[in-house]
Protein backbone atom coordinates (compact mmCIF):
# COMPACT_ATOMS: atom_id res chain seq x y z
CA UNK A 1 0.00 0.00 0.00
CA UNK A 2 1.05 3.42 -0.70
CA UNK A 3 -0.51 6.99 0.31
CA UNK A 4 -1.06 8.86 -2.39
CA UNK A 5 -1.78 12.85 -2.36
CA UNK A 6 -5.42 11.91 -2.80
CA UNK A 7 -5.38 9.76 0.11
CA UNK A 8 -4.10 12.76 2.20
CA UNK A 9 -7.00 14.97 0.52
CA UNK A 10 -9.52 12.90 1.29
CA UNK A 11 -8.98 13.03 4.63
CA UNK A 12 -8.71 16.23 4.89
CA UNK A 13 -12.46 15.98 3.60
CA UNK A 14 -13.83 13.36 5.32
CA UNK A 15 -12.46 14.71 8.55
CA UNK A 16 -14.12 17.92 7.58
CA UNK A 17 -11.05 20.39 8.31
CA UNK A 18 -11.17 21.71 4.89
CA UNK A 19 -14.12 22.19 2.67
CA UNK A 20 -13.50 19.54 -0.77
CA UNK A 21 -13.38 23.11 -2.86
CA UNK A 22 -10.33 24.29 -0.82
CA UNK A 23 -8.65 20.81 0.16
CA UNK A 24 -8.68 19.92 -3.85
CA UNK A 25 -6.02 22.70 -4.17
CA UNK A 26 -3.61 22.31 -1.36
CA UNK A 27 -0.16 22.07 -2.79
CA UNK A 28 2.02 18.82 -2.03
CA UNK A 29 5.07 21.25 -1.14
CA UNK A 30 3.48 24.00 0.89
CA UNK A 31 3.61 23.73 5.14
CA UNK A 32 0.31 22.78 5.84
CA UNK A 33 -0.31 26.16 8.40
CA UNK A 34 -0.31 27.93 5.26
CA UNK A 35 -2.82 26.23 3.70
CA UNK A 36 -5.59 26.71 6.63
CA UNK A 37 -4.53 23.53 8.50
CA UNK A 38 -3.48 24.75 12.05
CA UNK A 39 -2.09 22.80 14.46
CA UNK A 40 -4.91 21.28 15.86
CA UNK A 41 -6.60 20.34 12.39
CA UNK A 42 -3.01 18.63 11.77
CA UNK A 43 -3.23 16.32 14.58
CA UNK A 44 -6.62 15.20 13.40
CA UNK A 45 -5.24 15.08 10.01
CA UNK A 46 -2.39 12.72 11.00
CA UNK A 47 -4.85 10.83 13.57
CA UNK A 48 -7.33 9.77 10.47
CA UNK A 49 -4.35 8.50 8.23
CA UNK A 50 -2.72 6.60 11.41
CA UNK A 51 -6.00 4.96 11.67
CA UNK A 52 -6.30 4.00 8.14
CA UNK A 53 -2.80 3.28 7.76
CA UNK A 54 -2.52 1.33 10.83
CA UNK A 55 0.46 3.23 12.34
CA UNK A 56 1.55 5.63 15.08
CA UNK A 57 3.12 8.20 14.48
CA UNK A 58 5.51 9.30 18.17
CA UNK A 59 5.41 13.18 19.45
CA UNK A 60 9.05 13.75 18.31
CA UNK A 61 8.79 12.43 14.27
CA UNK A 62 5.54 14.79 14.69
CA UNK A 63 7.76 17.87 14.49
CA UNK A 64 9.51 16.60 11.39
CA UNK A 65 6.01 16.67 9.39
CA UNK A 66 5.47 20.13 8.12
CA UNK A 67 3.99 19.17 4.16
CA UNK A 68 2.20 17.25 2.48
CA UNK A 69 4.99 16.01 0.79
CA UNK A 70 6.85 15.21 4.31
CA UNK A 71 3.89 13.17 5.49
CA UNK A 72 3.67 11.03 2.66
CA UNK A 73 7.04 10.58 2.58
CA UNK A 74 6.69 9.17 6.22
CA UNK A 75 4.21 7.38 5.74
CA UNK A 76 5.01 5.67 2.73
CA UNK A 77 8.86 5.16 4.33
CA UNK A 78 7.39 3.62 7.77
CA UNK A 79 4.68 1.20 5.58
CA UNK A 80 7.39 -0.14 3.12
CA UNK A 81 9.63 -1.14 6.32
CA UNK B 1 -37.88 1.66 47.06
CA UNK B 2 -38.67 4.69 45.24
CA UNK B 3 -36.13 5.67 42.17
CA UNK B 4 -33.08 7.68 42.97
CA UNK B 5 -31.90 10.66 40.32
CA UNK B 6 -30.88 14.09 40.13
CA UNK B 7 -33.52 16.50 41.69
CA UNK B 8 -31.55 19.72 41.11
CA UNK B 9 -28.08 21.09 40.22
CA UNK B 10 -26.86 24.12 41.44
CA UNK B 11 -23.51 26.07 40.10
CA UNK B 12 -20.90 28.39 40.94
CA UNK B 13 -18.66 30.01 38.47
CA UNK B 14 -16.43 32.74 39.56
CA UNK B 15 -17.24 36.33 38.31
CA UNK B 16 -13.47 37.18 37.65
CA UNK B 17 -12.26 36.64 34.43
CA UNK B 18 -9.43 36.31 31.92
CA UNK B 19 -9.15 37.30 28.40
CA UNK B 20 -7.63 35.06 25.91
CA UNK B 21 -8.35 38.11 23.39
CA UNK B 22 -6.09 40.18 25.59
CA UNK B 23 -2.79 37.33 25.29
CA UNK B 24 -3.02 36.72 21.15
CA UNK B 25 0.17 38.70 21.15
CA UNK B 26 1.79 36.64 23.90
CA UNK B 27 0.93 32.93 23.08
CA UNK B 28 0.89 34.06 19.12
CA UNK B 29 -2.75 32.98 18.91
CA UNK B 30 -5.16 34.56 16.76
CA UNK B 31 -9.53 35.30 16.94
CA UNK B 32 -10.31 32.18 14.88
CA UNK B 33 -8.26 29.67 17.01
CA UNK B 34 -9.90 31.01 20.20
CA UNK B 35 -13.62 30.91 18.67
CA UNK B 36 -13.20 27.75 16.70
CA UNK B 37 -10.26 25.93 17.95
CA UNK B 38 -10.02 25.94 22.04
CA UNK B 39 -13.66 27.77 21.76
CA UNK B 40 -12.59 29.64 24.89
CA UNK B 41 -12.82 33.60 24.79
CA UNK B 42 -12.37 33.83 28.24
CA UNK B 43 -11.37 31.52 31.35
CA UNK B 44 -13.10 32.33 35.36
CA UNK B 45 -10.70 32.32 37.68
CA UNK B 46 -11.51 31.75 41.64
CA UNK B 47 -9.98 34.39 44.32
CA UNK B 48 -7.12 33.60 45.76
CA UNK B 49 -8.58 33.84 49.18
CA UNK B 50 -11.54 30.99 48.12
CA UNK B 51 -10.41 27.64 49.09
CA UNK B 52 -11.86 24.28 47.26
CA UNK B 53 -14.29 23.66 49.71
CA UNK B 54 -15.61 27.76 49.61
CA UNK B 55 -16.68 27.36 46.00
CA UNK B 56 -18.60 24.10 46.73
CA UNK B 57 -20.24 26.09 49.78
CA UNK B 58 -21.01 28.75 46.87
CA UNK B 59 -22.71 26.46 45.00
CA UNK B 60 -24.48 25.18 47.80
CA UNK B 61 -25.49 28.68 48.76
CA UNK B 62 -26.58 28.79 45.34
CA UNK B 63 -29.03 25.70 45.58
CA UNK B 64 -30.44 27.13 48.17
CA UNK B 65 -32.01 29.75 46.02
CA UNK B 66 -33.84 27.05 44.08
CA UNK B 67 -35.41 25.17 46.62
CA UNK B 68 -35.90 24.16 50.19
CA UNK B 69 -33.69 21.70 51.42
CA UNK B 70 -33.14 20.62 55.57
CA UNK B 71 -29.92 20.02 56.32
CA UNK B 72 -30.32 17.12 58.73
CA UNK B 73 -31.94 15.25 55.55
CA UNK B 74 -28.61 15.48 53.93
CA UNK B 75 -27.42 11.63 54.21
CA UNK B 76 -23.97 11.78 52.41
CA UNK B 77 -21.96 14.26 50.54
CA UNK B 78 -19.39 13.66 47.96
CA UNK B 79 -17.09 15.66 46.51
CA UNK B 80 -15.56 15.49 43.54
CA UNK B 81 -11.56 16.97 43.21
CA UNK B 82 -8.01 16.07 42.86
CA UNK B 83 -7.49 20.03 43.45
CA UNK B 84 -8.58 19.72 47.51
CA UNK B 85 -8.10 22.03 50.02
CA UNK B 86 -5.54 20.22 51.82
CA UNK B 87 -4.14 16.03 51.28
CA UNK B 88 -5.65 15.54 54.85
CA UNK B 89 -8.59 15.73 55.23
CA UNK B 90 -10.53 14.89 52.73
CA UNK B 91 -12.27 18.06 51.10
CA UNK B 92 -15.64 16.41 51.58
CA UNK B 93 -15.15 16.88 55.84
CA UNK B 94 -14.58 20.16 55.06
CA UNK B 95 -17.35 21.33 53.13
CA UNK B 96 -19.38 18.77 55.97
CA UNK B 97 -18.21 21.75 58.93
CA UNK B 98 -18.51 24.42 56.68
CA UNK B 99 -22.52 23.79 56.14
CA UNK B 100 -22.80 22.46 59.39
CA UNK B 101 -24.39 18.81 58.69
CA UNK B 102 -25.15 16.06 60.65
CA UNK B 103 -22.76 13.71 62.35
CA UNK B 104 -24.70 10.96 60.55
CA UNK B 105 -23.81 12.70 57.26
CA UNK B 106 -21.09 10.26 55.16
CA UNK B 107 -18.55 11.94 53.15
CA UNK B 108 -15.74 10.76 50.87
CA UNK B 109 -13.85 12.35 47.78
CA UNK B 110 -13.54 10.68 44.84
CA UNK B 111 -10.36 11.45 42.93
CA UNK B 112 -11.49 11.62 39.12
CA UNK B 113 -11.09 14.13 36.76
CA UNK B 114 -13.20 15.14 34.08
CA UNK B 115 -14.76 11.94 33.52
CA UNK B 116 -15.89 12.52 37.51
CA UNK B 117 -19.02 13.80 37.53
CA UNK B 118 -20.68 10.69 35.49
CA UNK B 119 -18.64 8.12 37.78
CA UNK B 120 -20.00 10.30 40.51
CA UNK B 121 -23.56 9.89 39.57
CA UNK B 122 -23.59 5.62 39.72
CA UNK B 123 -20.93 5.73 42.82
CA UNK B 124 -23.36 7.96 44.97
CA UNK B 125 -26.59 6.93 43.28
CA UNK B 126 -25.53 2.96 44.07
CA UNK B 127 -23.93 4.06 47.83
CA UNK B 128 -27.28 6.03 48.11
CA UNK B 129 -29.21 2.86 47.18
CA UNK B 130 -27.30 0.16 48.99
CA UNK B 131 -27.99 2.19 52.35
CA UNK B 132 -31.51 2.99 51.68
CA UNK B 133 -30.68 7.17 51.61
CA UNK B 134 -33.03 9.73 50.86
CA UNK B 135 -30.89 12.61 49.87
CA UNK B 136 -27.34 12.94 48.68
CA UNK B 137 -25.22 15.73 47.49
CA UNK B 138 -22.72 15.63 44.65
CA UNK B 139 -19.88 18.68 44.42
CA UNK B 140 -17.77 18.60 41.76
CA UNK B 141 -14.94 20.97 42.16
CA UNK B 142 -11.43 21.26 40.37
CA UNK B 143 -9.92 24.70 40.53
CA UNK B 144 -7.18 24.18 37.94
CA UNK B 145 -5.61 27.91 38.69
CA UNK B 146 -4.29 26.32 41.50
CA UNK B 147 -2.00 24.01 39.02
CA UNK B 148 -1.72 26.00 35.45
CA UNK B 149 1.74 27.79 34.67
CA UNK B 150 0.43 30.57 33.45
CA UNK B 151 2.78 30.73 30.80
CA UNK B 152 1.90 27.52 29.33
CA UNK B 153 -0.03 28.03 25.97
CA UNK B 154 -1.23 24.17 25.99
CA UNK B 155 -3.50 24.82 29.37
CA UNK B 156 -3.35 28.58 30.96
CA UNK B 157 -5.78 29.39 27.93
CA UNK B 158 -8.43 26.62 28.48
CA UNK B 159 -9.23 25.85 31.74
CA UNK B 160 -11.51 27.78 34.20
CA UNK B 161 -12.71 27.25 38.14
CA UNK B 162 -16.17 26.65 39.18
CA UNK B 163 -17.78 24.08 41.62
CA UNK B 164 -21.47 22.65 41.26
CA UNK B 165 -23.29 20.59 43.42
CA UNK B 166 -26.15 18.26 42.37
CA UNK B 167 -29.38 16.65 44.89
CA UNK B 168 -29.41 13.26 44.55
CA UNK B 169 -33.36 12.15 45.80
CA UNK B 170 -36.18 9.85 45.55
CA UNK B 171 -37.79 12.75 43.68
CA UNK B 172 -35.59 12.86 40.53
CA UNK B 173 -36.41 15.00 37.45
CA UNK B 174 -33.97 12.94 35.82
CA UNK B 175 -32.58 8.95 36.56
CA UNK B 176 -29.78 7.66 34.92
CA UNK B 177 -29.79 4.51 32.70
CA UNK B 178 -27.02 2.12 31.53
CA UNK B 179 -23.47 3.49 31.99
CA UNK B 180 -20.07 3.12 30.49
CA UNK B 181 -16.22 3.31 31.99
CA UNK B 182 -13.44 2.81 30.44
CA UNK B 183 -9.43 3.39 31.13
CA UNK B 184 -6.74 3.97 28.88
CA UNK B 185 -3.97 4.20 31.20
CA UNK B 186 -0.67 3.36 28.66
CA UNK B 187 -1.41 7.09 28.15
CA UNK B 188 -2.27 8.15 32.32
CA UNK B 189 1.21 10.72 31.53
CA UNK B 190 -0.73 12.96 28.82
CA UNK B 191 -2.82 14.88 31.14
CA UNK B 192 -0.14 14.88 34.79
CA UNK B 193 0.33 17.38 37.84
CA UNK B 194 4.24 16.83 39.00
CA UNK B 195 5.47 19.48 41.37
CA UNK B 196 2.33 21.54 41.99
CA UNK B 197 2.63 21.87 38.11
CA UNK B 198 -0.18 20.64 35.20
CA UNK B 199 1.16 19.23 32.06
CA UNK B 200 -1.18 18.38 28.90
CA UNK B 201 0.28 17.09 25.84
CA UNK B 202 -2.73 18.24 23.31
CA UNK B 203 -1.84 15.75 20.81
CA UNK B 204 -2.23 12.30 23.28
CA UNK B 205 -5.21 14.18 24.69
CA UNK B 206 -6.78 15.03 21.05
CA UNK B 207 -6.08 11.48 20.05
CA UNK B 208 -7.72 9.94 22.81
CA UNK B 209 -10.95 12.01 22.68
CA UNK B 210 -11.13 11.06 18.97
CA UNK B 211 -10.33 7.51 19.53
CA UNK B 212 -12.25 6.36 22.32
CA UNK B 213 -15.53 8.66 22.57
CA UNK B 214 -17.67 8.12 19.53
CA UNK B 215 -17.49 4.07 19.82
CA UNK B 216 -18.25 5.06 23.76
CA UNK B 217 -21.61 6.23 22.25
CA UNK B 218 -22.24 3.58 19.95
CA UNK B 219 -22.18 1.14 22.65
CA UNK B 220 -23.62 3.39 25.26
CA UNK B 221 -26.83 3.72 22.78
CA UNK B 222 -26.53 0.15 22.00
CA UNK B 223 -27.17 -1.58 25.51
CA UNK B 224 -29.39 1.35 26.10
CA UNK B 225 -31.22 -0.04 22.77
CA UNK B 226 -31.36 3.31 22.22
CA UNK B 227 -30.08 5.47 19.04
CA UNK B 228 -28.87 8.59 18.59
CA UNK B 229 -32.04 9.90 16.89
CA UNK B 230 -33.62 8.89 20.15
CA UNK B 231 -31.11 11.51 22.23
CA UNK B 232 -32.37 15.40 22.42
CA UNK B 233 -29.02 16.88 23.64
CA UNK B 234 -25.55 15.69 23.88
CA UNK B 235 -23.65 17.10 26.62
CA UNK B 236 -20.08 16.30 26.86
CA UNK B 237 -17.27 17.08 28.86
CA UNK B 238 -16.11 20.54 27.20
CA UNK B 239 -12.87 19.36 26.32
CA UNK B 240 -12.14 22.07 23.93
CA UNK B 241 -14.58 23.19 20.41
CA UNK B 242 -12.21 21.16 18.06
CA UNK B 243 -12.51 17.84 20.22
CA UNK B 244 -16.38 18.41 20.67
CA UNK B 245 -16.56 18.96 16.66
CA UNK B 246 -14.15 16.29 15.83
CA UNK B 247 -16.60 14.01 17.84
CA UNK B 248 -19.46 15.18 16.56
CA UNK B 249 -18.19 14.65 12.97
CA UNK B 250 -17.19 11.35 13.57
CA UNK B 251 -20.61 10.54 15.33
CA UNK B 252 -22.06 12.76 12.43
CA UNK B 253 -24.65 13.94 15.29
CA UNK B 254 -26.82 17.18 14.35
CA UNK B 255 -24.76 19.75 15.83
CA UNK B 256 -27.75 21.54 17.02
CA UNK B 257 -28.09 18.85 19.44
CA UNK B 258 -24.49 19.02 20.82
CA UNK B 259 -24.31 21.67 23.33
CA UNK B 260 -21.07 24.14 23.13
CA UNK B 261 -20.95 26.19 26.74
CA UNK B 262 -17.20 26.81 27.66
CA UNK B 263 -16.63 30.06 25.51
CA UNK B 264 -17.46 32.39 28.60
CA UNK B 265 -15.58 30.25 31.38
CA UNK B 266 -13.37 27.66 30.03
CA UNK B 267 -12.85 24.10 30.95
CA UNK B 268 -14.34 23.23 34.21
CA UNK B 269 -13.04 19.66 34.07
CA UNK B 270 -15.49 17.56 35.92
CA UNK B 271 -17.60 20.73 36.42
CA UNK B 272 -18.18 20.82 32.96
CA UNK B 273 -21.05 18.38 32.67
CA UNK B 274 -23.13 19.64 35.33
CA UNK B 275 -22.80 23.44 34.63
CA UNK B 276 -24.76 22.27 31.29
CA UNK B 277 -27.16 20.34 32.98
CA UNK B 278 -28.75 22.58 35.04
CA UNK B 279 -29.78 24.57 31.89
CA UNK B 280 -31.14 21.70 29.94
CA UNK B 281 -32.84 19.91 33.01
CA UNK B 282 -35.25 22.74 33.09
CA UNK B 283 -36.16 22.53 29.15
CA UNK B 284 -39.21 19.96 28.91
CA UNK B 285 -38.82 19.09 25.26
CA UNK B 286 -35.01 17.19 26.78
CA UNK B 287 -36.55 13.83 27.98
CA UNK B 288 -33.23 12.42 27.00
CA UNK B 289 -30.15 13.35 27.60
CA UNK B 290 -26.77 11.90 26.77
CA UNK B 291 -23.40 12.67 28.85
CA UNK B 292 -19.83 11.90 28.20
CA UNK B 293 -17.14 12.82 30.69
CA UNK B 294 -13.42 11.80 29.42
CA UNK B 295 -9.81 12.90 30.66
CA UNK B 296 -7.18 12.45 33.43
CA UNK B 297 -6.24 8.67 33.58
CA UNK B 298 -6.85 8.71 30.57
CA UNK B 299 -10.20 7.43 31.97
CA UNK B 300 -14.10 8.22 30.49
CA UNK B 301 -17.77 7.70 31.45
CA UNK B 302 -20.97 8.18 29.91
CA UNK B 303 -24.68 7.56 30.44
CA UNK B 304 -27.94 8.64 29.44
CA UNK B 305 -30.49 10.53 31.55
CA UNK B 306 -33.62 10.00 31.09
CA UNK B 307 -37.07 12.55 32.06
CA UNK B 308 -38.96 11.18 35.34
CA UNK B 309 -42.60 12.00 35.08
CA UNK B 310 -45.23 11.97 37.71
CA UNK B 311 -46.49 8.40 36.23
CA UNK B 312 -42.91 6.79 35.60
Excluded at chain 1, 21 to 44: H, I, P, W
Excluded at chain 1, 51 to 56: D, L, Q
Excluded at chain 2, 73 to 81: A, N, P, S
Aim: hydrophobic share 40%; charged share 20%.
Amino acid sequence: MQLTNSDVIKAVIDAEILPESEASLLKEGVKLDEQGVDSLAFYNLLLVLEERCGIHIPDNEVNQLHTMKDIIDYFNSKMAG
Amino acid sequence: MNMLGIENIASYIPEARISNFDRQETFGIDAKFIEQRIGVRQIALKSNLEETSDLCVTAFSNLLQKLVLHKEEIEVLVVITQNPDTNIPHTSAIVHKKLDLPETCACFDISLGCSGYVYGLSVVLSFMSTNGFKKGLLFTADPYSKIIDPSDKGTALLFGDAATVTLLSEQPSFTPLKFTYGTSSKEYSSLLCQQGKLFMNGREIFNFAAKHIPPDVTHLLRINQKTVQDIDKFVFHQGSKYILDTISTRLKLDTQKVVFDMAEYGNTVSSSIPIILEKEITGLENRLILISGFGVGLSWSSTLLERRTLCS
